[in-house]
Protein backbone atom coordinates (compact mmCIF):
# COMPACT_ATOMS: atom_id res chain seq x y z
CA UNK A 1 0.00 0.00 0.00
CA UNK A 2 1.52 3.51 -1.11
CA UNK A 3 2.27 5.27 2.39
CA UNK A 4 1.02 8.31 3.46
CA UNK A 5 2.38 11.35 2.05
CA UNK A 6 4.41 13.36 4.58
CA UNK A 7 3.09 16.47 5.00
CA UNK A 8 5.41 19.43 4.55
CA UNK A 9 7.13 21.42 7.01
CA UNK A 10 4.98 23.48 9.83
CA UNK A 11 1.32 22.83 10.81
CA UNK A 12 -0.64 24.90 7.93
CA UNK A 13 1.15 23.39 4.85
CA UNK A 14 -0.34 19.63 4.23
CA UNK A 15 -2.23 20.55 0.79
CA UNK A 16 0.11 20.91 -1.96
CA UNK A 17 -0.70 24.15 -3.43
CA UNK A 18 -3.42 23.83 -5.80
CA UNK A 19 -5.21 21.13 -4.28
CA UNK A 20 -8.89 22.12 -3.16
CA UNK A 21 -9.49 22.53 0.53
CA UNK A 22 -10.43 19.66 2.74
CA UNK A 23 -14.50 20.63 3.34
CA UNK A 24 -15.03 18.97 6.60
CA UNK A 25 -18.44 17.30 8.41
CA UNK A 26 -17.40 15.67 12.08
CA UNK A 27 -20.03 13.88 13.57
CA UNK A 28 -19.17 12.24 17.07
CA UNK A 29 -21.13 11.84 20.25
CA UNK A 30 -18.98 13.55 23.02
CA UNK A 31 -18.75 16.83 22.49
CA UNK A 32 -15.45 17.29 24.50
CA UNK A 33 -13.79 14.63 22.20
CA UNK A 34 -14.66 16.61 19.19
CA UNK A 35 -13.48 19.84 20.07
CA UNK A 36 -10.14 18.45 21.41
CA UNK A 37 -10.00 16.91 18.06
CA UNK A 38 -11.05 19.62 15.79
CA UNK A 39 -8.82 22.38 17.62
CA UNK A 40 -5.89 20.03 16.37
CA UNK A 41 -7.48 20.32 12.60
CA UNK A 42 -8.32 23.26 12.11
CA UNK A 43 -4.93 24.77 12.81
CA UNK A 44 -4.22 23.82 9.09
CA UNK A 45 -5.48 26.59 6.83
CA UNK A 46 -6.64 24.28 4.41
CA UNK A 47 -9.23 22.69 6.60
CA UNK A 48 -12.81 24.57 6.65
CA UNK A 49 -15.10 22.92 8.73
CA UNK A 50 -18.38 22.81 7.03
CA UNK A 51 -21.08 21.06 9.49
CA UNK A 52 -20.72 19.13 13.08
CA UNK A 53 -23.42 16.74 15.20
CA UNK A 54 -23.96 13.89 17.80
CA UNK A 55 -26.15 12.11 15.96
CA UNK A 56 -26.78 10.27 12.42
CA UNK A 57 -29.84 11.71 12.02
CA UNK A 58 -28.68 14.52 12.23
CA UNK A 59 -26.45 14.46 10.33
CA UNK A 60 -27.85 13.78 7.37
CA UNK A 61 -30.23 16.31 7.57
CA UNK A 62 -27.40 18.41 7.77
CA UNK A 63 -25.32 17.08 4.72
CA UNK A 64 -27.96 18.22 2.53
CA UNK A 65 -26.81 21.46 2.69
CA UNK A 66 -23.19 21.32 3.95
CA UNK A 67 -21.88 19.89 0.99
CA UNK A 68 -18.72 18.71 2.72
CA UNK A 69 -15.41 16.92 0.82
CA UNK A 70 -15.11 14.30 4.07
CA UNK A 71 -17.14 12.95 6.74
CA UNK A 72 -15.07 11.99 9.84
CA UNK A 73 -17.30 9.74 12.23
CA UNK A 74 -17.77 7.62 14.79
CA UNK A 75 -18.91 4.33 14.86
CA UNK A 76 -20.30 4.44 17.75
CA UNK A 77 -23.28 6.69 17.68
CA UNK A 78 -25.88 7.99 20.12
CA UNK A 79 -28.91 6.76 17.94
CA UNK A 80 -26.87 4.70 15.14
CA UNK A 81 -23.83 3.09 13.50
CA UNK A 82 -21.34 5.27 11.62
CA UNK A 83 -21.28 2.79 8.89
CA UNK A 84 -25.08 2.71 8.31
CA UNK A 85 -25.26 6.75 8.30
CA UNK A 86 -21.85 6.79 5.84
CA UNK A 87 -24.07 4.33 3.69
CA UNK A 88 -27.23 6.63 4.03
CA UNK A 89 -24.40 9.30 2.97
CA UNK A 90 -22.80 8.08 -0.20
CA UNK A 91 -26.03 7.01 -1.41
CA UNK A 92 -26.60 10.74 -2.05
CA UNK A 93 -22.99 11.71 -2.33
CA UNK A 94 -20.81 9.52 -4.15
CA UNK A 95 -17.96 11.39 -3.95
CA UNK A 96 -17.72 11.96 0.19
CA UNK A 97 -14.67 10.43 1.42
CA UNK A 98 -15.68 8.98 4.82
CA UNK A 99 -13.13 8.17 7.63
CA UNK A 100 -14.38 6.36 10.12
CA UNK A 101 -13.28 6.04 13.75
CA UNK A 102 -13.56 2.98 15.51
CA UNK A 103 -12.90 2.49 19.21
CA UNK A 104 -12.48 -1.42 19.00
CA UNK A 105 -9.90 -3.45 16.70
CA UNK A 106 -11.16 -4.62 13.20
CA UNK A 107 -10.89 -7.12 11.84
CA UNK A 108 -10.34 -8.33 8.29
CA UNK A 109 -13.57 -9.44 7.71
CA UNK A 110 -15.17 -6.51 9.50
CA UNK A 111 -12.69 -4.09 7.61
CA UNK A 112 -13.87 -5.66 3.74
CA UNK A 113 -17.14 -5.02 5.07
CA UNK A 114 -16.66 -0.87 5.24
CA UNK A 115 -14.39 -1.15 1.85
CA UNK A 116 -17.44 -2.30 0.37
CA UNK A 117 -19.34 0.18 1.37
CA UNK A 118 -17.12 2.67 0.21
CA UNK A 119 -15.45 4.26 3.52
CA UNK A 120 -11.95 5.32 2.48
CA UNK A 121 -10.37 5.19 5.70
CA UNK A 122 -10.55 3.24 9.33
CA UNK A 123 -8.65 4.68 12.09
CA UNK A 124 -8.76 3.93 15.91
CA UNK A 125 -9.39 6.21 18.67
CA UNK A 126 -5.94 5.41 20.18
CA UNK A 127 -4.16 6.94 17.19
CA UNK A 128 -2.21 9.92 17.46
CA UNK A 129 -4.07 13.09 16.06
CA UNK A 130 -1.37 14.40 13.45
CA UNK A 131 -1.87 10.60 12.20
CA UNK A 132 -5.37 10.95 11.72
CA UNK A 133 -5.05 14.46 10.23
CA UNK A 134 -2.24 13.24 7.30
CA UNK A 135 -5.05 10.29 6.98
CA UNK A 136 -7.95 13.18 6.54
CA UNK A 137 -6.09 14.34 3.72
CA UNK A 138 -4.26 11.52 2.25
CA UNK A 139 -8.32 10.53 1.57
CA UNK A 140 -9.66 13.75 0.48
CA UNK A 141 -9.66 12.96 -3.26
CA UNK A 142 -10.86 10.01 -3.00
CA UNK A 143 -7.89 7.68 -1.78
CA UNK A 144 -8.06 4.40 0.17
CA UNK A 145 -5.78 4.14 3.15
CA UNK A 146 -6.39 1.61 5.49
CA UNK A 147 -4.44 1.19 9.36
CA UNK A 148 -2.20 -1.01 10.15
CA UNK A 149 -4.79 -3.13 12.30
CA UNK A 150 -2.53 -6.38 11.82
CA UNK A 151 1.06 -5.98 11.73
CA UNK A 152 1.23 -9.15 9.55
CA UNK A 153 -0.48 -10.66 6.91
CA UNK A 154 -2.57 -14.07 7.26
CA UNK A 155 0.33 -16.87 6.94
CA UNK A 156 -1.65 -18.84 4.33
CA UNK A 157 -2.89 -15.90 2.14
CA UNK A 158 1.00 -14.47 2.18
CA UNK A 159 2.56 -17.79 0.84
CA UNK A 160 -0.49 -18.51 -1.41
CA UNK A 161 -0.01 -14.70 -3.35
CA UNK A 162 3.94 -15.49 -3.68
CA UNK A 163 2.53 -18.61 -5.28
CA UNK A 164 0.83 -16.97 -8.20
CA UNK A 165 2.41 -16.89 -11.43
CA UNK A 166 3.27 -13.15 -12.80
CA UNK A 167 0.51 -12.60 -14.73
CA UNK A 168 -2.04 -13.37 -12.16
CA UNK A 169 -0.08 -11.28 -9.55
CA UNK A 170 -0.39 -8.11 -12.19
CA UNK A 171 -4.20 -8.98 -12.55
CA UNK A 172 -4.88 -9.27 -8.79
CA UNK A 173 -3.22 -5.45 -8.19
CA UNK A 174 -5.25 -4.26 -10.95
CA UNK A 175 -8.17 -5.72 -9.49
CA UNK A 176 -7.09 -4.19 -6.20
CA UNK A 177 -6.98 -0.77 -7.93
CA UNK A 178 -10.40 -1.70 -8.58
CA UNK A 179 -10.24 -1.32 -12.77
CA UNK A 180 -12.96 -3.00 -14.80
CA UNK A 181 -12.36 -6.04 -16.63
CA UNK A 182 -13.12 -4.70 -19.61
CA UNK A 183 -10.18 -1.83 -18.95
CA UNK A 184 -8.19 -4.64 -17.44
CA UNK A 185 -8.32 -6.66 -20.67
CA UNK A 186 -7.56 -3.95 -22.59
CA UNK A 187 -4.19 -3.28 -20.89
CA UNK A 188 -2.99 -6.77 -20.78
CA UNK A 189 -4.26 -6.95 -24.34
CA UNK A 190 -6.13 -10.33 -23.51
CA UNK A 191 -9.79 -11.18 -23.40
CA UNK A 192 -12.68 -10.17 -20.98
CA UNK A 193 -13.19 -14.12 -20.84
CA UNK A 194 -9.47 -14.13 -19.66
CA UNK A 195 -9.27 -11.81 -17.07
CA UNK A 196 -12.84 -13.78 -15.49
CA UNK A 197 -10.45 -17.07 -15.24
CA UNK A 198 -7.18 -15.00 -13.85
CA UNK A 199 -9.87 -13.56 -11.82
CA UNK A 200 -11.76 -16.72 -10.71
CA UNK A 201 -8.09 -18.52 -10.08
CA UNK A 202 -6.80 -15.71 -7.29
CA UNK A 203 -9.44 -15.88 -5.62
CA UNK A 204 -9.59 -19.74 -5.40
CA UNK A 205 -5.96 -19.95 -4.70
CA UNK A 206 -5.80 -16.96 -1.77
CA UNK A 207 -9.19 -18.13 -0.31
CA UNK A 208 -11.12 -15.05 -0.76
CA UNK A 209 -14.39 -14.50 -2.11
CA UNK A 210 -15.35 -11.07 -2.35
CA UNK A 211 -13.09 -8.13 -3.87
CA UNK A 212 -13.10 -5.95 -0.90
CA UNK A 213 -10.89 -8.81 0.76
CA UNK A 214 -8.42 -8.56 -1.88
CA UNK A 215 -8.23 -5.43 -2.08
CA UNK A 216 -7.45 -5.44 2.03
CA UNK A 217 -5.20 -7.38 1.22
CA UNK A 218 -3.52 -5.60 -1.50
CA UNK A 219 -3.52 -2.67 0.52
CA UNK A 220 -2.32 -3.40 3.51
CA UNK A 221 0.46 -6.23 2.07
CA UNK A 222 1.40 -5.40 -1.62
CA UNK A 223 4.89 -4.00 -1.07
CA UNK A 224 5.84 -6.88 1.17
CA UNK A 225 3.99 -9.63 -0.84
CA UNK A 226 5.75 -8.36 -4.03
CA UNK A 227 9.60 -8.76 -2.69
Request: some cysteine; hydrophobic content about 40%.
Given at each position: ?????????????L?????????????????????????????????????????????????????P?????????????????????????????????????V??????????????????????????????????????????????????????Y?????????????????????????????S??????????I?????????????L???????????
Open positions: MSSIESPSAGQGRMPSGQRRLRLYVTMGQRLLRDSLLFQILLHDEVELVGESETGVATLDRLKTATSVLLIEENLQDNDGLTIAEHALAVNPSLSVLLISDTPSSGRMAIYLEAGIKAVVSKDQPVQELIKTLFYIRNGQVYVGNWQQEPAPAAMLAQALSGREREVAQLMANRLPVRDIAGRLGVCKTVHSYKDRFVKLGFERLPELIFMQRHQHGAAE
